[in-house]
């Protein structure tokens, strides 16, 4: 089984919890959500895209039909859309902010520089 172009180690069942770690035939481990986890796998290797597509349309999916449970006027929905990414680009805007401690176009590269060593030192 994979998931894109990488082998995981498949589990003999998808655990009964939301979230769960995935481990890849090369040793990475990653936390998945059971709904991203069943979306993402395949039986055969998939490109960036491909994997990007599957996803998406699941995610695309699970919108309508909840778009469809609140029976939204179709008047609504470029703002309830709008809405919602505006929302996701200021949390992660926040998330950067709390993580480099300032706004991200104004970091310098020496900081980028620094975690990069950071990781590398970490990795070796």
């Not at 597509?53 to 609504?76: F, H, Q, T």
Request: with cysteine; glycine share 4%; proline share 2%.
């Amino acid at each position: 089984m994979f998931i894109g172009d990488k082998k995981i180690n498949a589990p003999k069942s998808v655990p009964d919890e939301i979230e769960f770690n995935v481990q890849f035939e090369d040793g990475i481990v990653v936390r998945m959500t059971k709904k991203m986890f069943e979306a993402s796998v395949s039986e055969v290797p998939l490109d960036a895209s491909a994997l990007q597509d599957r996803r998406a349309a699941k995610v695309a999916g699970d919108i309508l039909k909840l778009l469809l449970e609140w029976d939204i006027e179709m008047g609504d929905l470029k703002y309830i859309l709008d809405l919602t990414y505006n929302s996701t680009v200021h949390w992660k805007e926040e998330c950067e902010e709390l993580l480099w401690q300032s706004k991200v176009n104004q970091i310098k590269l020496s900081k980028v520089n620094e975690v990069l060593d950071l990781k590398n030192k970490n990795n070796a």
